[in-house]
């Protein structure tokens, strides 16, 4: 029996080695994608501040718009996100919300009038935090099915793998995590003379053929269930400074260091409809439910560089140009996994101690113009540009080499777009101190297949002579994304997740 437990555990090195695969290339995708919140204005607009700056998120942006500011500020953010997501599989549809406070920005900005020294109007220094993501969501996704059990595809996986000349301490040697955990479920059986075939506690022969391997059925319903729950964002501490020269240009140089924290939990369970059809009377073994969850949290920091700079040629007309380096992200994920299966002969449980992975990610460059008018004191209307070059997206092990990650790259450069681009409109009514604002985004996804995120929002605001208060509205309404239920299964789970955004800002100029 114990020969047959270490089979078991290798048929779950196959398939986890490819889920802790696609965990670390969905980091690299999700971390590397600014889906920019920050102050309620920006919000507000759409983020289309590339031309425009005096806000302090718009320093994340285009760094040159530290230097439009002709007081020193104060402000913060805090922030609401909601998301609800749908999860169809097998046309079964499951709904669930979340909701998560958070903080969107926090920031000041020095304001050092010059008086006009040749041309030096003002050097500004700025200080703070914005928010570039939010990743929250929770789905569950589950239906009753009569076949595409995990353990018929964790079968077919090990068919042909042979243990006639591996011994315990040999396989012990190589064994992963998983190996480990599967090992002591007993899920799998291997199959009296039929060395390297095997059975799941799911699964019979058909009782007329019990030599024939093409004649293995699944032995009743069984229901299935997913559930997924994971929060965190992208945060970035920015550290600006600009020149206004003549009221004309202003450039501006920021460093960002970025913050990563993600969680993510997932719990896979099958469970037998009706026990009695998994019985041993029927051949099988009792089998009654499993249970399989993963728990990761993923910390990092990153850097970069941004320089910007905007220019005021006639009139109300503001022109501005920036771009960012590359941010090198270091990863540090911390993971946890846990087994149980339950059988008619008792509960079986098993779970691994703690386990850490570092390695980086070379996330995007990026570049981006803007336009804007002001009309007078009424108000204004801005538009942004932004490229994004995915071609510059790497894994990278902790030591620097691609090691593991050459076929994570490679997949990137098949199956992702080389350039994507992201379009900013928003716009802002001035009715004296009061001001009604309007914005729209679309974030190219890099994912040749997956749609683009758009972002409708909607804002008002105050602004006295010291003080002022902002608040916003966002909604994103189809981010659709397509997923396993567990690894292997030809079914797949369609998440649609609707997600709405509330901030305000409080701020004080002097």
Known sequence: MKKYILILSLTFCSVTISIAQSIQLDNALQFS??????TARFQAMGGAFAALGGDFTSLSINPAGVAVYRSSEVSFTPALAIAGTSAGYMGNTID?????FGLGSIGYVSAFPTYNIEGLMSVNFGIGFNKLQNNTQRFSAGARTSRDASLSYLRHLAMGLSTDNISEADFETRATDEEWLAMTTGLLAHIENHD???????????????????????????????????????????????????????????????????SLYEEYQEKAVNMADFDEANGGVGFQRLIYTYNNETKGIGYNLKFGAITRPIGGLRVGAYIHTPTWMFLHEHWTKDMTSVLKSGKYDANIAPSDYYY?????????????????SIGLISVDYEGVGYSGLKLREDNGSFGSFVGDNRYLDDYYRSTTTN???GGELRLNAIALRAGYAYYQNPGK????????SVGIGYRGEYFFID???????????????YAGNPNIVSTSTFLSKIAITIGWRF
């Open 33 to 38: 994608q600014n889906i920019y919140e920050g």
């Open 96 to 100: 669930d919300s979340k909701t998560r």
């Open 196 to 262: 390297g075939n095997y059975i799941g506690a799911t699964e019979a022969f058909h009782p007329q053929y019990r030599d024939s391997l093409d004649l293995i059925y699944q032995m009743g319903d069984i229901d299935q269930l997913l559930y997924r729950n994971q929060s965190g964002y992208v945060g970035e501490y920015t550290f600006s400074t600009g020149i206004n020269l003549s009221d004309l240009f202003y450039f501006g140089l920021s460093l960002g260091v970025q913050e990563i924290n993600h």
């Open 360 to 376: 980086r990610v070379q996330a995007p460059f990026r570049w981006g113009a803007g336009l804007a008018y002001t009309f007078g």
């Open 423 to 425: 379009i900013r409109v």
């Open 449 to 456: 297949e997956m749609k683009a995120i758009q972002i409708g």
């Open 471 to 485: 608040g916003a509205y966002s909604f994103s309404p189809d981010n659709t994304q397509l997923r396993d239920l």
